[in-house]
């Protein structure tokens, strides 16, 4: 079955920097659009970034200029690099695999989410 597995994340000062990584297994990794979301505490669960075939990405506008989102299909992995944190990134982050309706422009998400990685950024 699908198993998606995150980690990566840890505590850091304002504007600093992690790289979170999610591993997929059981099934096409490379076939399906990929996303990270995040949840703060009483909020939301809100899109953080997605990416599409091999580098099509698309961010949220908090997103843009600091988080980078990549994949590598040879170790079934996909990335976040988040640079310049804030103490309001504070979250955890899931990876989400994308249902096969998602494009460039739009992202679908399944049920197949991953435990989830702690992002705590204070000073």
């Known amino acids: 079955q699908v198993q998606l597995v995150e980690s990566g994340g840890g505590s850091v000062q304002p504007g600093g920097s992690l790289t979170l990584s999610c591993a997929g297994s059981?099934?096409?990794?490379?076939?399906?659009?990929m996303a990270w979301y995040r949840q703060a505490p009483g909020e939301r669960r809100e899109l953080v970034a997605f990416?599409?075939?091999?580098?099509?990405?698309h961010y949220a506008d908090y997103a843009k200029g600091r988080f980078t989102i990549s994949r590598d299909n040879t170790k079934n992995t996909i990335y976040l690099q988040l640079s310049g944190l804030k103490p309001e990134d504070t979250a955890v982050y899931y990876c989400?695999?994308?249902?096969?309706?998602?494009?460039?422009?739009?992202?679908?998400?399944?049920?197949?989410w991953g435990q989830g990685t702690q992002v705590s950024v204070s000073s």
């Open positions: 059981g099934y096409m990794f490379s076939k399906y659009a």
């Open positions: 989400n695999q994308g249902s096969p309706s998602s494009n460039s422009g739009t992202y679908d998400p399944t049920d197949y």
């Open positions: 990416i599409v075939g091999a580098s099509s990405t």
